[in-house]
Structures are given as structure tokens and as C-alpha cells.
């Protein structure tokens, strides 16, 4: 009996935390779309992903290469984001040559 109750609990918690995890991705996501229609958004975009060092290399030769790559990391999963959410507007950044 115990062990059915805290396997239902353990099932209901789990699902409370996938449901919240699902609505911060879809606020995550609404977030980048709403930048990215816009010009200035896309200005802002483009400047955060050459910040973070996305579109060049990070290996320095000493440890300034760790956190370059943190930095990347970062602008990594806005990338990604962003072309989750909206390929077509990062195809037309490039394009444009930038935004």
C-alpha cells in the first residue's frame, strides 16, 4: 500500500515538473519569437551570438580557451533557440549579413 502511494506520487511530481518545464520552454520560446520579429531584436540577437564568440574559435593555447568556450556555450543554445523557433528569420540574418 505504501509503496503504490509513493509510486503515484513519485508519477503525479513528475508530471507537475514536466508541465512546468513545458511552460517555461513555450515562454522561452514566444521570448525569441518576439525578438526576432523585430529589427532591432534581430540587431540585438546577432550582437549577442558575435559576443559569445559563436561564429569563431575558442581555443586560445592557455585557459582563457575555458572560458571562451563558456561564453560559446551560451550563444550556442540561443542559436539553437532561435533556429528552433524561427529558422527562416537566423537564414535571412545570414544572408543579410547580419540582420
Known amino acids: 500500500m505504501k509503496q503504490a502511494f509513493q ?3 513519485l508519477a503525479e511530481e ?6 512546468t518545464q513545458e511552460r517555461a520552454e513555450q515562454g522561452i520560446a514566444s521570448a525569441i519569437e518576439a525578438i526576432a ?3 532591432q531584436g ?4 546577432w550582437w549577442l551570438l558575435e559576443i559569445c564568440g559563436v561564429f569563431t574559435t575558442s581555443y586560445t593555447g592557455n585557459s582563457d580557451t575555458y572560458f ?3 561564453r560559446r556555450a551560451i550563444g550556442n543554445e540561443v542559436l539553437h533557440r532561435l533556429v528552433k523557433v524561427k ?3 537566423f537564414q535571412a540574418m545570414i544572408r543579410s ?3
Open 7 to 9: 509510486s503515484e506520487f
Open 87 to 89: 529558422p527562416e528569420i
Open 37 to 39: 520579429d523585430t529589427q
Open 97 to 99: 549579413g547580419k540582420t
Open 68 to 70: 571562451n568556450e563558456g
Open 14 to 19: 513528475i508530471q507537475a515538473r514536466k508541465e
Open 42 to 45: 534581430r540587431e540585438f540577437l
